[in-house]
């Protein structure tokens, strides 16, 4: 048996995403964060947007419940899933997996693009011979090795026994990966898929296939109805761009 729907869900807004976007508007050279990117918690905004994912939860997401639930180790992703599996009030635990965490930055994290361009030049140049999908910054990841164990992590998706809907929380990095490999996409499709689309916090983006086959079908990205339906508010917070927490 193999999974034939993925549910993939980007955490509420951090306090990282705040911290990261207010900076980048100010030109700042170095994003204020407090914790280390495995430890930032959701925002205000974020706790809401994780309720509001509980209740799309409880409405049995179109008549469907989960039959395994994933999440990133990362604090905004559980906390978005342990407050959006309260609201709902499925009695359900879930699953960490350190593959689905965020895109690890190396010598660039809590930088902004003006602090990369200031202190490592180097390297700004670099990532733009290399490109966005191959550039590895120093001590950090490139997205094909966000890519490698993304593929792992579905590997053993495929091998398990589960019959019904994945559901995931983790990071807009890793979305946009999982999106690379289950539709068979080249370096630059993805790329020109980025360069236009943005995972929002708390959205929701559904896969799904045919028993047997080996790609799949996007059939919705970054739903957000959910939150509206609520009156959470909805926060992009842009994409990976090497150099935001998330």
């Known amino acids: 048996m ?13 306090t990282a995403n705040v911290q990261a976007t207010e900076s980048q508007r100010a030109l700042l050279e170095v994003i204020p964060v407090d914790h280390r990117d495995a430890d930032v918690p959701l925002s205000e905004t974020g706790v809401r947007q994780a309720e509001a994912l509980g209740a799309w939860l409880a409405a049995n997401a179109g008549g469907t419940v989960p039959a395994a639930i994933w999440s990133s180790p990362y604090l905004r992703a559980q906390q978005t899933l342990a407050v959006a599996l309260g609201v709902s ?3 359900r635990s879930f699953l960490v997996d350190e ?13 902004t693009s003006h602090g990369v361009d200031q202190r ?5 140049a670099r990532r733009r011979w290399l490109g966005k999908f191959y550039y ?15 593929r792992s992590f579905l590997r053993d998706v495929d091998s398990s026994e589960t019959s019904g809907p994945v559901l995931i929380t983790a990071h807009d990095a890793v979305v946009l990966i999982f999106l690379y490999l ?3 996409w080249s370096e630059q499709e993805l790329l020109a898929f980025a360069s236009s689309n943005t ?17 799949w079908t996007l059939d919705v990205f970054s739903h957000d109805a959910h939150l509206e339906a609520v009156g959470a508010p909805v926060t992009e917070h842009g994409g990976d761009t090497d150099v935001q927490p998330r």
């Open 182 to 184: 289950c539709l068979g």
């Open 120 to 124: 490592y030049p180097e390297e700004a």
């Open 2 to 14: 193999t999974a034939t729907e993925l549910w993939l869900v980007r955490h509420g807004e951090s």
């Open 99 to 111: 593959r689905l965490r965020d895109r690890e930055l190396g010598i660039l994290d809590t930088l």
């Open 89 to 91: 009030g499925l009695e």
């Open 199 to 215: 995972v929002l916090n708390a959205s929701i983006t559904r896969l799904t296939r045919q028993p047997g086959d080996q790609f």
């Open 136 to 150: 590895r910054p120093p001590g950090g990841e490139a997205w094909t090795d966000v890519a490698l164990r993304v």
